[in-house]
Protein backbone atom coordinates (compact mmCIF):
# COMPACT_ATOMS: atom_id res chain seq x y z
CA UNK A 1 0.00 0.00 0.00
CA UNK A 2 1.13 3.61 -0.24
CA UNK A 3 1.71 5.04 3.10
CA UNK A 4 2.36 8.40 3.92
CA UNK A 5 4.08 9.21 7.16
CA UNK A 6 4.18 13.08 8.61
CA UNK A 7 7.22 13.75 10.27
CA UNK A 8 8.84 11.70 8.88
CA UNK A 9 12.29 13.92 9.52
CA UNK A 10 12.04 13.14 12.96
CA UNK A 11 13.36 11.34 15.33
CA UNK A 12 10.42 8.65 15.07
CA UNK A 13 9.48 9.32 11.38
CA UNK A 14 13.33 8.33 10.35
CA UNK A 15 13.08 4.83 11.50
CA UNK A 16 9.32 4.05 10.18
CA UNK A 17 10.82 3.38 6.86
CA UNK A 18 12.47 -0.31 7.16
CA UNK A 19 9.76 -1.74 8.85
CA UNK A 20 7.24 -0.24 6.60
CA UNK A 21 9.21 -1.18 3.91
CA UNK A 22 9.81 -4.43 5.22
CA UNK A 23 5.66 -4.99 5.36
CA UNK A 24 5.44 -5.03 1.93
CA UNK A 25 4.66 -1.14 1.94
CA UNK A 26 5.75 2.07 -0.74
CA UNK A 27 6.60 4.69 1.48
CA UNK A 28 6.85 8.15 1.35
CA UNK A 29 8.11 10.69 4.34
CA UNK A 30 6.21 14.39 4.26
CA UNK A 31 7.97 17.18 6.03
CA UNK A 32 8.52 20.90 5.28
CA UNK A 33 11.70 20.46 3.33
CA UNK A 34 10.96 17.16 1.32
CA UNK A 35 14.35 15.51 2.67
CA UNK A 36 15.67 11.88 3.07
CA UNK A 37 14.69 8.90 1.22
CA UNK A 38 11.49 8.97 -0.49
CA UNK A 39 11.15 12.46 0.93
CA UNK A 40 8.00 14.67 -0.11
CA UNK A 41 7.31 18.46 0.92
CA UNK A 42 4.50 19.50 2.76
CA UNK A 43 3.61 22.06 5.55
CA UNK A 44 0.59 21.32 8.04
CA UNK A 45 1.35 24.96 9.61
CA UNK A 46 0.02 26.28 6.06
CA UNK A 47 -1.24 24.03 4.29
CA UNK A 48 1.43 24.14 1.25
CA UNK A 49 2.14 21.41 -0.97
CA UNK A 50 -0.62 19.01 1.66
CA UNK A 51 -2.91 18.01 -1.04
CA UNK A 52 -0.05 16.59 -3.34
CA UNK A 53 1.84 14.39 -0.29
CA UNK A 54 -1.67 13.45 1.06
CA UNK A 55 -3.76 12.69 -1.54
CA UNK A 56 -2.67 8.98 -3.19
CA UNK A 57 -2.30 7.80 0.71
CA UNK A 58 -3.63 4.57 1.73
CA UNK A 59 -2.25 4.62 5.10
CA UNK A 60 -0.70 7.59 6.77
CA UNK A 61 0.95 8.01 9.93
CA UNK A 62 0.79 11.15 11.21
CA UNK A 63 3.98 11.92 13.70
CA UNK A 64 4.61 15.35 12.67
CA UNK A 65 4.32 17.69 15.70
CA UNK A 66 5.94 21.05 16.55
CA UNK A 67 6.51 21.11 20.55
CA UNK A 68 8.76 23.86 20.48
CA UNK A 69 7.06 26.36 18.26
CA UNK A 70 3.65 26.45 17.63
CA UNK A 71 1.58 23.04 18.85
CA UNK A 72 -1.63 24.54 18.25
CA UNK A 73 -0.77 25.91 14.75
CA UNK A 74 0.90 22.52 13.54
CA UNK A 75 -0.67 19.57 15.43
CA UNK A 76 -4.11 20.92 16.10
CA UNK A 77 -4.84 22.99 13.25
CA UNK A 78 -2.69 20.64 11.14
CA UNK A 79 -4.02 18.11 12.10
CA UNK A 80 -7.20 19.65 10.66
CA UNK A 81 -5.87 20.15 7.21
CA UNK A 82 -3.93 16.77 6.94
CA UNK A 83 -8.16 15.74 7.48
CA UNK A 84 -9.38 17.93 4.54
CA UNK A 85 -6.12 17.08 2.29
CA UNK A 86 -6.86 13.02 2.50
CA UNK A 87 -9.16 11.35 -0.40
CA UNK A 88 -11.51 9.42 1.81
CA UNK A 89 -11.85 7.17 -0.89
CA UNK A 90 -8.81 5.61 -0.75
CA UNK A 91 -7.90 5.97 2.90
CA UNK A 92 -8.12 2.74 4.76
CA UNK A 93 -6.25 3.19 8.27
CA UNK A 94 -4.43 7.04 9.78
CA UNK A 95 -2.23 5.93 12.86
CA UNK A 96 -1.82 9.41 14.91
CA UNK A 97 1.06 9.38 17.12
CA UNK A 98 0.12 10.66 20.57
CA UNK A 99 1.23 10.37 24.11
CA UNK A 100 0.50 8.38 27.31
CA UNK A 101 -1.13 10.54 29.56
CA UNK A 102 -2.31 13.81 27.36
CA UNK A 103 -5.75 13.37 28.79
CA UNK A 104 -4.14 13.99 32.51
CA UNK A 105 -1.36 15.66 32.50
CA UNK A 106 -1.47 19.75 32.35
CA UNK A 107 0.58 20.87 30.55
CA UNK A 108 0.33 23.01 26.71
CA UNK A 109 1.79 20.64 24.47
CA UNK A 110 -0.53 17.47 25.76
CA UNK A 111 -3.33 19.80 25.71
CA UNK A 112 -2.84 20.03 22.18
CA UNK A 113 -2.10 16.47 21.25
CA UNK A 114 -5.49 15.30 22.59
CA UNK A 115 -7.21 18.44 20.66
CA UNK A 116 -5.59 16.85 17.85
CA UNK A 117 -6.57 13.33 19.03
CA UNK A 118 -10.76 15.21 19.26
CA UNK A 119 -10.04 16.60 15.76
CA UNK A 120 -9.41 12.71 14.03
CA UNK A 121 -12.28 10.99 16.22
CA UNK A 122 -14.64 13.75 15.28
CA UNK A 123 -13.43 13.35 11.29
CA UNK A 124 -15.15 10.08 10.68
CA UNK A 125 -11.95 8.61 9.42
CA UNK A 126 -10.75 5.13 10.10
CA UNK A 127 -8.10 6.01 12.94
CA UNK A 128 -6.08 4.44 15.54
CA UNK A 129 -4.59 7.30 18.48
CA UNK A 130 -1.78 5.20 19.50
CA UNK A 131 -0.29 7.10 22.71
CA UNK A 132 3.22 6.19 23.35
CA UNK A 133 5.54 6.69 26.35
CA UNK A 134 8.43 8.82 26.04
CA UNK A 135 11.17 7.77 23.85
CA UNK A 136 14.63 6.62 25.17
CA UNK A 137 16.68 9.39 23.13
CA UNK A 138 14.27 12.05 24.33
CA UNK A 139 15.22 11.00 28.18
CA UNK A 140 18.64 11.37 26.88
CA UNK A 141 17.88 14.73 25.61
CA UNK A 142 16.32 15.82 28.68
CA UNK A 143 18.64 14.44 31.38
CA UNK A 144 22.05 15.99 29.36
CA UNK A 145 19.86 19.29 29.33
CA UNK A 146 18.95 19.40 32.79
CA UNK A 147 22.95 18.21 33.99
CA UNK A 148 24.17 21.73 35.95
CA UNK A 149 28.21 20.67 36.36
CA UNK A 150 28.50 18.00 38.07
CA UNK A 151 25.10 17.89 39.48
CA UNK A 152 21.98 16.35 37.71
CA UNK A 153 18.39 17.18 39.55
CA UNK A 154 15.29 15.12 38.77
CA UNK A 155 11.70 15.26 39.90
CA UNK A 156 11.41 13.75 42.92
CA UNK A 157 8.97 10.63 42.54
CA UNK A 158 8.16 10.78 38.80
CA UNK A 159 7.16 7.82 37.33
CA UNK A 160 7.39 6.74 33.56
CA UNK A 161 8.11 3.93 31.18
CA UNK A 162 10.30 5.57 28.28
CA UNK A 163 10.31 2.68 25.07
CA UNK A 164 12.43 2.47 22.14
CA UNK A 165 12.02 4.56 19.25
CA UNK A 166 13.08 1.29 17.30
CA UNK A 167 10.26 -1.05 19.07
CA UNK A 168 7.68 2.41 18.46
CA UNK A 169 8.00 2.16 14.94
CA UNK A 170 8.08 -1.18 14.66
CA UNK A 171 4.87 -1.42 16.48
CA UNK A 172 3.35 1.03 14.25
CA UNK A 173 3.99 -1.06 11.48
CA UNK A 174 2.27 -3.63 12.31
CA UNK A 175 -0.85 -1.32 13.75
CA UNK A 176 -1.14 0.57 10.57
CA UNK A 177 -0.94 -2.75 8.38
CA UNK A 178 -4.05 -3.97 10.48
CA UNK A 179 -7.78 -2.37 11.28
CA UNK A 180 -8.47 0.83 12.37
CA UNK A 181 -9.06 0.85 16.31
CA UNK A 182 -11.10 3.72 15.97
CA UNK A 183 -10.00 5.14 19.20
CA UNK A 184 -7.33 4.93 21.39
CA UNK A 185 -4.17 2.12 22.27
CA UNK A 186 -1.13 2.72 24.28
CA UNK A 187 2.43 1.53 24.02
CA UNK A 188 4.83 1.68 26.08
CA UNK A 189 8.37 0.55 27.47
CA UNK A 190 9.01 -2.91 29.02
CA UNK A 191 9.95 -1.46 32.54
CA UNK A 192 8.50 1.34 35.11
CA UNK A 193 11.24 3.73 36.42
CA UNK A 194 11.00 6.25 38.61
CA UNK A 195 13.05 9.62 37.25
CA UNK A 196 15.95 9.01 39.59
CA UNK A 197 16.58 5.50 38.66
CA UNK A 198 16.77 6.75 35.07
CA UNK A 199 19.10 9.70 36.02
CA UNK A 200 21.53 7.23 37.57
CA UNK A 201 21.72 4.91 34.80
CA UNK A 202 22.01 7.84 32.45
CA UNK A 203 24.78 9.40 35.15
CA UNK A 204 26.73 5.93 34.88
CA UNK A 205 27.02 5.27 31.27
CA UNK A 206 27.24 8.56 29.81
CA UNK A 207 28.37 11.47 32.56
CA UNK A 208 30.29 9.06 35.20
CA UNK A 209 30.85 11.39 38.53
CA UNK A 210 27.60 13.13 38.23
CA UNK A 211 25.55 13.50 41.40
CA UNK A 212 22.33 12.78 40.92
CA UNK A 213 19.82 15.26 43.28
CA UNK A 214 16.17 14.02 43.49
CA UNK A 215 14.19 17.30 44.34
CA UNK A 216 10.23 17.58 45.44
CA UNK A 217 8.61 19.62 42.45
CA UNK A 218 5.37 21.07 43.60
CA UNK A 219 2.35 22.01 41.15
CA UNK A 220 -0.40 19.77 39.19
CA UNK A 221 2.01 18.86 36.57
CA UNK A 222 4.53 17.39 39.01
CA UNK A 223 1.71 15.14 40.83
CA UNK A 224 0.38 13.52 38.27
CA UNK A 225 3.48 12.69 36.86
CA UNK A 226 3.86 10.77 40.35
CA UNK A 227 0.03 9.61 40.64
CA UNK A 228 1.57 7.85 37.35
CA UNK A 229 -0.22 9.76 34.66
CA UNK A 230 2.54 9.18 32.14
CA UNK A 231 2.63 5.40 33.03
CA UNK A 232 0.44 2.99 30.09
CA UNK A 233 -2.31 0.95 31.88
CA UNK A 234 -3.17 -1.37 28.99
CA UNK A 235 -1.13 -2.39 25.29
CA UNK A 236 1.77 -3.78 24.05
CA UNK A 237 5.40 -3.50 25.47
CA UNK A 238 8.46 -2.55 23.76
CA UNK A 239 11.26 -5.01 24.25
CA UNK A 240 14.43 -3.10 24.93
CA UNK A 241 15.13 -1.73 27.95
CA UNK A 242 16.49 1.78 28.87
CA UNK A 243 19.78 -0.28 30.38
CA UNK A 244 20.22 -1.90 26.71
CA UNK A 245 19.34 1.72 24.73
CA UNK A 246 22.79 3.13 27.23
CA UNK A 247 25.03 -0.08 26.30
CA UNK A 248 23.93 0.25 22.54
N1 LIG B 1 9.74 12.17 21.46
C1 LIG B 1 9.08 11.42 22.34
O1 LIG B 1 9.61 10.99 23.38
C2 LIG B 1 7.64 11.04 22.04
C3 LIG B 1 6.96 10.16 22.89
C4 LIG B 1 5.66 9.78 22.60
C5 LIG B 1 5.02 10.28 21.47
N2 LIG B 1 5.70 11.17 20.67
C6 LIG B 1 5.02 11.67 19.48
O2 LIG B 1 5.61 11.03 18.37
C7 LIG B 1 5.56 11.91 17.24
C8 LIG B 1 6.97 12.05 16.67
O3 LIG B 1 7.82 12.64 17.65
P1 LIG B 1 9.36 12.93 17.34
O4 LIG B 1 10.05 13.04 18.65
O5 LIG B 1 9.84 11.98 16.31
O6 LIG B 1 9.23 14.39 16.71
P2 LIG B 1 10.42 15.30 16.12
O7 LIG B 1 11.72 14.57 16.12
O8 LIG B 1 10.33 16.62 16.82
O9 LIG B 1 9.99 15.49 14.58
C9 LIG B 1 8.94 16.33 14.24
C10 LIG B 1 8.64 16.14 12.76
O10 LIG B 1 7.53 16.99 12.42
C11 LIG B 1 7.86 17.70 11.24
N3 LIG B 1 7.20 19.00 11.22
C12 LIG B 1 7.32 20.01 12.13
N4 LIG B 1 6.58 21.06 11.73
C13 LIG B 1 5.97 20.69 10.57
C14 LIG B 1 5.09 21.34 9.67
N5 LIG B 1 4.68 22.61 9.88
N6 LIG B 1 4.64 20.68 8.58
C15 LIG B 1 5.07 19.39 8.34
N7 LIG B 1 5.90 18.72 9.14
C16 LIG B 1 6.36 19.37 10.25
C17 LIG B 1 9.38 17.85 11.29
O11 LIG B 1 9.88 18.00 9.97
P3 LIG B 1 10.66 19.28 9.41
O12 LIG B 1 11.09 20.11 10.60
O13 LIG B 1 11.77 18.68 8.63
O14 LIG B 1 9.62 19.94 8.57
C18 LIG B 1 9.80 16.50 11.84
O15 LIG B 1 9.85 15.54 10.79
C19 LIG B 1 4.97 13.21 17.74
O16 LIG B 1 3.58 13.23 17.45
C20 LIG B 1 5.16 13.16 19.25
O17 LIG B 1 4.19 13.88 19.97
C21 LIG B 1 6.98 11.54 20.91
Do not use: C
Amino acid sequence: MDVLVTGGTGRLGQRLTEPLRAAGHSVRQMSRRGTGPGGVRGDLATGRDLAAAVGGAELIVHAATDPRGDPWQVDVAGTRRLVEAVDRSRLQHLVYVSIVGVDRIPYGYYRAKFAAEQVLLGSGLPVTLLRATQFHDFVDFLLDTAQRGPVLPVPMGWRVQPVDVGDVAAHIADVVSGPPAGGVIEYGGPEELSAAELARAWAAARAPGTYVVATPLPGKLSAALRDGAAVPTGGERGRRTYAEHLRG
